[in-house]
């Protein structure tokens, strides 16, 4: 079945840092791929659409110089977190579609990132 | 804006019990619902999807059904074992001009069964 690697699964990192999480479908291309954020007992709220070789669209109130997205290749989108404070700290999670199969595909998720700033 | 609500938040049941887990959303305009399964700490594990053309989907003890007109979508697990405890969730594709937006999710069901 289609899997999606994301990775780190854990950070922990002070104030200030930049951090980058990595989302790659492992055996499908994905022209679009989504960054969701899950704070605890909250359910998961849709961040941005990534989109290959063009600019990310981010969701009302997400800011775009604060989530730096890259989706360079059908397979590989990259989240970075500038300068991340610890209101940051969150379960981030990736999904991606099969662009290869029509537009009513189920998401395929990763196993998420849980950041924790100091 | 579309709203996504589950019911129970929280449900523990004696193991072999059948179970319904309700979910409910506020416009019908959606291209699918999907129901998936997290365990603590983890990601997520898709379930089952129904297009919103069907009426219900169906995967061993699972089963799904949608009625769009109304908003509502149940998940149905039969004789449920303590390897079902986990966080279910309820997600619609929402129905717009580019077909590429994410999902909305509810915020799930706790499920516990007891051994």
């Known amino acids: 079945g289609a899997v999606v690697s994301q990775h780190p699964s854990w950070v922990i990192c002070k104030s200030g840092t930049s951090v980058k999480i990595e989302c790659r479908s492992l055996d499908f291309q994905a022209t679009t791929m989504f960054w969701y954020r899950q704070f605890p007992k909250q359910s998961l709220m849709l961040m941005a659409t990534s989109n290959e070789g063009s600019k990310a669209t981010y969701e009302q109130g997400v800011e775009k110089d604060k989530f730096l997205i890259n989706h360079a290749s059908l397979t590989l989108s990259t989240l970075t977190v500038t300068s991340a404070h610890p209101e940051d700290s969150s379960f981030y999670i990736c999904?991606?579609?099969?662009?290869?199969?029509?537009?009513?595909?189920?998401?395929?998720f990763g196993d998420g990132t849980r950041l924790s700033i100091l | 804006k579309q709203e996504v609500t589950q019911i129970p938040a929280a449900l523990s049941v004696p193991e072999g019990e059948n179970l319904v887990l309700n979910c409910s959303f506020t416009?019908?305009?959606?291209?699918?619902l999907q129901w998936f399964r997290q365990d603590p700490g983890k990601g997520l594990t898709s379930l089952l999807l129904i297009q919103s053309s069907q009426r219900e989907q169906t995967s061993g003890r699972l089963n799904a059904s949608l009625d769009k007109s109304s908003g509502r979508s149940t998940l149905y697990i039969a004789a449920s074992q303590p390897g079902d405890s986990a966080t279910y969730l309820c997600a619609v594709r929402p129905r717009s001009g580019g077909g590429a937006d994410g999902l909305t999710f509810g915020k799930g069901t706790h499920l516990i069964i007891q051994p």
């Open positions: 416009d019908s305009a959606i291209y699918n």
């Open positions: 999904s991606a579609r099969d662009s290869g199969r029509g537009v009513n595909q189920p998401q395929h």
